[in-house]
């Protein structure tokens, strides 16, 4: 009977997840862990109580020893470490700037009127297509076109 009760409880434990982990797939983690650790605990639970607030206190103390755990262990380098590790390029921002200017100059008026309005202004299909006068596919084909046309040029 406990265990049915608990099931009920499980969009209340995602929301209350949420607030724990912006990442929906840690979020259920973390759900998960709650609901396996308090169902090999359901005999503590004392009836009568609320069986949500009990719920909401292992998420909670589940979270918090993952956050400690987490704090006291180290994946891969340490950030000191990794911050003497890179280096700032220098010209290369500079050369594939060149590059993307000089593939953009080389497409046609309409093929950089689609570009421009889609990825600088981001405007919608319908927008553009109502812009450029023609239909909603004419302006998806011409910047599938301007983007190949980039990538072919760039590299």
């Known amino acids: ?14 929301a209350f997840a949420r607030t724990f982990c912006p990442n929906p797939d840690d979020a259920d983690d973390l759900v998960q862990e709650t609901l396996m650790r308090a169902l090999a605990s359901i005999d503590q639970y004392t009836e009568g109580t609320r069986l949500k607030s009990w719920l909401f206190t292992i998420m909670r103390n589940t979270f918090n020893s993952r956050y400690q755990k987490a704090k006291r262990e180290t994946v891969g380098i340490s950030t000191p470490v990794l911050e003497g590790l890179l280096s700032e390029p220098e010209q290369e921002w500079s050369m594939e700037m060149h590059a993307v200017r000089s593939a953009y100059l080389r497409l046609s008026a309409e093929h950089k009127q689609v570009i421009v309005l889609s990825v600088v202004d981001g405007e919608s299909y319908e927008r553009i297509a109502s812009i450029c006068g023609c239909a909603v596919g004419t302006v998806k084909s011409r910047l599938f076109r301007a983007r190949q046309q980039l990538k072919a040029c760039v590299g």
């Open 1 to 14: 009977m406990k265990q049915e009760r608990v099931l009920e409880v499980i969009p209340a434990l995602r």
